[in-house]
């Protein structure tokens, strides 16, 4: 049996009796960080005499039929450094080749930065999307932006504490300086915060270059805030960056369902009328 189990964020006394009980029993164990693991396991004062396998995204390809293999026979756990496995880290093919052979795969539910940072953020928790990590290149993240600006669920994001000042530039020029959203950092540790406000207001924040690991949560539009000069705008930004103008209506028309050929009209105007 595969068995996903979910660690610590940040505060080791997170740590469910059913992880430890697996850490201590089984002999399989497939972790992210071999290092960060015997840290975890150290920490909980655990003694254990299991087979160790390294898992991540360089060789997790590489380790699918060995790990099935023993998944066949034997109870093999998987961790990640933080929170739940296959979620914005290795496991995904794992489970899916598991699946395949008919192994049993099974999970130890625990900390998620992704839910914990939603809960507290104050913004909608009934429906969201979680987008894993930001492109750290300025265009693609805008044009992630884009695609999401008539996304209505609640938006949870993962980014580095070096791009969290670009990232939220970035989505209130292209989602706009109102929307409401919240950074989390530190998630469960002493120096745990939540900042909350609009995103221009949260750009300000992060000029004083917060540190920690980050979780960004942005409240979901409504297609009633996405008029056509909105639409111009962010086509012409993408331009700006190096997108073909066609390319670009093609993105943005396709993300907020609209006609390609009247976006391109609107954008081809505008463009006349941008200073040289």
Not at 14 to 31: G, K, M, Q, T
Not at 42 to 64: P, V, Y
Not at 73 to 81: A, F, I, P, Q, T
Not at 237 to 252: C, D, H, R, S, Y
């Amino acid at each position: 049996m595969l068995i996903l189990a979910a660690t610590p964020i940040g505060n080791l006394a997170d740590a469910s009796p059913r992880l430890v009980e697996h850490l201590e029993r089984c002999e399989y164990i497939a972790a992210e960080d071999t290092r960060s693991l015997l840290n975890l396991v150290h920490g909980l004062g655990i003694r254990h005499n299991a087979k160790l396998f390294s898992l991540h995204e360089h060789n997790e390809s590489d380790r699918l039929a060995q790990l099935v293999d023993l998944a066949t026979e034997n109870d093999v756990l998987v961790v990640s450094d933080a929170g739940m496995p296959t979620v914005s880290d290795p496991g995904f093919l794992l489970v899916r080749a598991c699946v395949e052979a008919s192994v049993d795969v099974t999970v130890i539910p625990g900390p998620s930065a992704v839910l914990s940072a939603l809960a507290v953020s104050g913004l909608p928790t009934d429906r969201f999307t979680f987008e894993g990590f930001l492109p750290r290149k300025a265009g693609d993240r805008r044009k992630a932006f884009a695609a999401l600006a008539t996304e209505t669920r609640t938006m949870v994001f993962f980014e580095s504490p070096h791009r969290i000042l670009e990232s939220l530039e970035d989505a209130a020029s292209v989602l706009g300086a109102t929307r409401q959203a919240s950074v989390s950092r530190e998630l469960t540790k002493k120096f745990e915060h939540t900042e909350r406000g609009t995103l221009a207001d949260l750009v300000e924040w992060a000029k004083s270059e917060p540190k920690g690991e980050m979780v960004l949560v942005i409240a979901g539009g409504s297609a009633r805030e996405v008029d056509a000069s909105t639409l111009v705008q962010q086509v012409l930004e993408l331009a700006a960056l190096g997108t073909g103008l066609k390319q670009a209506v093609g993105e943005i028309a396709s993300a907020n369902g609209v006609s390609k050929s009247e976006l391109y009209s609107l954008a081809l105007e505008a463009r006349k009328t941008e200073p040289r």
